[in-house]
């Protein structure tokens, strides 16, 4: 049963913390540089990510304290960037950890460090450094709703028809339901099911079609408030819970997550398409 602790009057947040997780190394772009550092119309990935804060913080006055968790190789280029374009709120660049999940312990670690600590009624982003659309009305309503709630996370509700595949269980081929996990076990080269000549080893069926109405793509900003997200860190890693979406740990903890509906331009850039789609959407306008 999903709880969660309101606490009345909720205390105000004093600033806002961001965890910038920025690992990814890029092998759905087909390049061999992290892309973080991709530009998209000369202005690379991790700088516009930094620039929406920016222009975040500006039009709030509001105090802003971000960590960025990135590859340790990397660690003296994301300084450069930060200072290149003027990011004077970027206080700690961390090595990331094997998986997102242990990326981001490491900056919920590295909170703990910095001048002025997040106290428990804080609000806390984490965003991913590749999702670099991301718009002033995206962030002040993720903001909105760390005031409100516990924890909560951007979504859009889902365009198209979703489909569950159905699993294999006679110890051959298991088919998931998340195309995510499917590109984690294969980074370079997710597997291929058109035009194969095994009909009944690699095409998987249909288990069942949800109701669309219901469905929602999660993104980021994934808020919390910093209590809720040590709290949540420390129990999931206890449970040996693990994920690769942060609000999962606080569901598979019984904590209720609030989506928060955003743009549809708030896309992470993880394939050609992607970047091509940024590039047109800041041609246009769109993506401002």
């Known amino acids: 049963m999903l709880t969660e602790k309101i606490h009345s009057p909720r205390p105000e947040p004093r600033d806002l913390y961001v965890i910038i997780p920025a690992a990814g ?13 991709l530009e998209i119309c000369s202005i690379p990935v991790l700088a516009r990510t930094l620039l929406a804060f920016e222009d975040f913080r500006k039009r709030l006055d509001l105090p802003l304290h971000v960590v960025i968790v990135t590859g340790v190789e990397n660690i003296g280029r994301v300084r450069e960037l930060s200072d290149k374009y003027g990011i004077s709120f970027v206080e700690a ?11 981001v312990a490491a900056g919920v670690e590295a909170l703990q460090s910095l001048p002025r600590a997040p106290e ?37 509700p889902c365009k198209n028809t979703i489909k569950f595949a159905a699993q294999k ?36 069926l249909v288990q069942e079609t949800p109701d669309r109405s219901r469905l929602y793509e999660v993104q980021t900003p994934q808020v919390f408030k910093y209590s809720v997200l040590v709290d949540v860190a ?16 606080a569901e ?15 896309i992470k850039i993880t394939t050609p398409e992607d970047a091509a789609l940024a590039e047109f959407m800041l041609q246009r306008g769109s993506g401002k």
């Open 25 to 37: 190394i890029g092998s759905r772009m087909h390049m061999s540089d992290s892309k973080q550092f």
């Open 93 to 103: 660049i961390v090595p990331g950890g094997a998986t997102r999940q242990d990326s």
């Open 120 to 156: 428990a009624s804080d609000i806390i982003f984490i965003h991913d450094g590749a999702r670099c659309m991301v718009d002033f009305a995206t962030l002040q309503a993720c903001y909105s709703g760390g005031k409100a709630y516990d924890v909560c996370v951007a979504a859009t």
């Open 169 to 204: 269980d006679e110890g051959t081929v298991h088919f998931e339901e998340e195309q995510d996990l499917l590109e984690a076990q294969n980074p370079v080269e997710t597997q291929n099911f058109v035009g194969s000549d095994s009909l009944e080893e690699e095409h998987p």
């Open 234 to 249: 420390a129990r999931a890693k206890e449970a040996g819970i693990t994920a690769t979406d942060d609000t999962a740990l």
């Open 252 to 266: 598979a903890l019984g904590i209720a997550v609030h989506l928060i509906p955003c743009s549809y331009s708030n």
